[in-house]
């Protein structure tokens, strides 16, 4: 079915979808079943994930788009809203190799990163990897470790690398961290650095279940489900890793038109002049909130990004990176209290 342009003379709403125009110019005709390609995965993956965690849709996409757009993503929930459940469901979603760090007090860099063992055999010293070579790294409760612990994560992050001994060793291409949070226990808690947060590209807010939902999940676990053996529920891989790269390589034939790119601008560059806000976002940030679009559009089926889609992902990508002013938290407002309003402030583009 062919949809026929609107006349010039009205110009669609800003939350109505932009139609792309046809042919895109200088992308590869091939992209568009990719880009199809793309969307049934996201269904096929979603699917098997549901077979284990119920609810948490919004969550489930922005894991998901995390992945896609490169970036990493932190968690933040109070306990037993299915975090770890989610993360691992989806690693087995994916057929990705999964390792999981429950960080502590005590836990030191070498127990991420690996050391050096001599073995008496070889008479020489082995290498000995770390949990962190894996394709999903789930780090539990990352708060609990000390600042020198979690800055272990800091060139794994950024650089997609590790350095051991003096050598650098590459990690996965999938390599994606999810960090876990408790946002309301802080004692015995070490905050995590801004320049650690900033490398997250999405903070998901993990709540509570809604009342249906909830009933299904005590039906589940009256049924036999156990969510420490996520095997029995049947989970099985819907995609592999090859095919999540190939869907992140369609990034680069998502069309993102200037206005838009201006209104991601505009967003990052109020948080910095907002009276209520200490510390604005920078520049990753912005770069940050045009991947996370880009991969959203992909997961979507579509070439194009929306005002809206830098909308719906302006909260997870900007407000772990906002410190507000003494006043704002004098007033109890947050972090997304004083990003709504500078939502309301910045014009969206037609």
Same mark, same amino acid.
């Given at each position: 079915?062919?949809?026929?342009?609107?006349?010039?003379?009205?110009?669609?709403?800003?939350?109505?979808?932009?139609?792309?125009?046809?042919?895109?110019?200088? #992308?590869?005709?091939?992209?568009?079943?990719?880009? &199809?390609?793309?969307?049934?995965?996201?269904?096929?993956?979603?699917?098997? #994930?549901?077979?284990?965690?119920?609810? &948490?849709?919004?969550? $489930?996409?922005?894991?998901?788009?995390?992945?896609?757009?490169?970036?990493?993503?932190?968690?933040?929930?109070?306990?037993?809203?299915?975090?770890?459940?989610?993360?691992?469901?989806?690693?087995?979603?994916?057929?990705?190799?999964? %390792?999981?760090?429950?960080? +502590?007090?005590?836990?030191?860099?070498?127990?991420?990163?690996? +050391?050096?063992?001599?073995?008496?055999?070889?008479?020489?010293?082995?290498?000995?990897?770390?949990?962190?070579?894996?394709?999903?790294?789930?780090?539990?409760?990352?708060?609990?470790?000390?600042?020198?612990?979690?800055?272990?994560?800091?060139?794994?992050?950024?650089?997609?690398?590790?350095?051991?001994?003096?050598?650098?060793?590459?990690?996965?291409?999938?390599?994606?961290?999810?960090?876990?949070?408790?946002?309301?226990?802080?004692?015995?808690?070490?905050?995590?650095?801004?320049?650690?947060?900033?490398?997250?590209?999405? %903070?998901?807010?993990?709540?509570?279940?809604?009342? &249906?939902?909830?009933?299904?999940?005590?039906?589940?676990?009256?049924?036999?489900?156990? !969510?420490?053996?996520?095997?029995? !529920?049947?989970? %099985?891989?819907?995609?592999?890793?090859?095919?999540?790269?190939?869907?992140?390589? !369609?990034?680069?034939?998502?069309?993102?038109?200037?206005?838009?790119?201006?209104?991601?601008?505009? $967003?990052?560059?109020? +948080?910095?002049?907002?009276?209520?806000?200490?510390?604005?976002?920078?520049?990753?940030?912005?770069?940050?909130?045009? $991947?996370?679009?880009?991969?959203?559009? #992909?997961?979507?089926?579509?070439?194009?990004?929306?005002?809206?889609?830098?909308?719906?992902?302006?909260?997870?990508?900007?407000?772990?990176?906002?410190?507000?002013?003494?006043?704002?938290?004098?007033?109890?407002?947050?972090?997304?209290?004083? $990003?709504?309003?500078?939502?309301?402030?910045?014009?969206?583009?037609?």
């Amino acid at each position: 079915m062919t949809i026929a342009p609107p006349p010039p003379a009205a110009p669609p709403l800003a939350s109505e979808p932009l139609l792309p125009p046809a042919p895109l110019p200088g #992308v590869d005709p091939r992209s568009e079943s990719l880009l &199809q390609a793309a969307a049934q995965l996201r269904e096929a993956v979603l699917s098997e #994930v549901r077979k284990a965690v119920v609810g &948490q849709e919004e969550s $489930l996409e922005l894991i998901l788009c995390g992945i896609v757009a490169g970036g990493h993503v932190l968690l933040e929930g109070v306990p037993g809203v299915a975090k770890t459940l989610m993360v691992r469901a989806l690693a087995k979603a994916v057929d990705a190799r999964f %390792k999981r760090i429950q960080f +502590t007090p005590d836990l030191m860099p070498a127990d991420i990163l690996g +050391t050096s063992v001599f073995d008496l055999k070889q008479s020489a010293f082995a290498l000995v990897k770390g949990p962190i070579f894996a394709d999903l790294l789930l780090a539990d409760e990352i708060n609990r470790a000390p600042a020198k612990t979690q800055a272990a994560l800091l060139e794994a992050m950024q650089e997609r690398t590790v350095s051991l001994e003096g050598t650098l060793h590459p990690l996965p291409g999938i390599f994606t961290v999810f960090a876990t949070q408790n946002p309301v226990e802080s004692e015995g808690t070490y905050p995590l650095p801004e320049a650690q947060l900033d490398r997250f590209l999405l %903070k998901i807010e993990v709540g509570y279940p809604r009342p &249906q939902e909830e009933d299904q999940i005590l039906e589940m676990v009256d049924q036999g489900f156990d !969510a420490g053996n996520i095997e029995r !529920a049947g989970l %099985k891989a819907a995609v592999g890793v090859e095919q999540l790269l190939a869907v992140r390589g !369609a990034l680069a034939a998502v069309r993102v038109e200037k206005p838009v790119r201006s209104y991601v601008r505009q $967003l990052v560059g109020a +948080t910095r002049s907002s009276p209520r806000v200490r510390l604005g976002a920078g520049p990753r940030a912005a770069v940050h909130l045009l $991947l996370a679009a880009k991969a959203l559009a #992909v997961l979507m089926g579509r070439a194009f990004v929306t005002p809206d889609d830098i909308r719906r992902l302006a909260g997870p990508v900007l407000r772990h990176r906002l410190l507000l002013s003494p006043d704002a938290e004098i007033d109890g407002a947050t972090a997304q209290d004083v $990003l709504d309003e500078i939502l309301q402030g910045v014009e969206v583009p037609r």
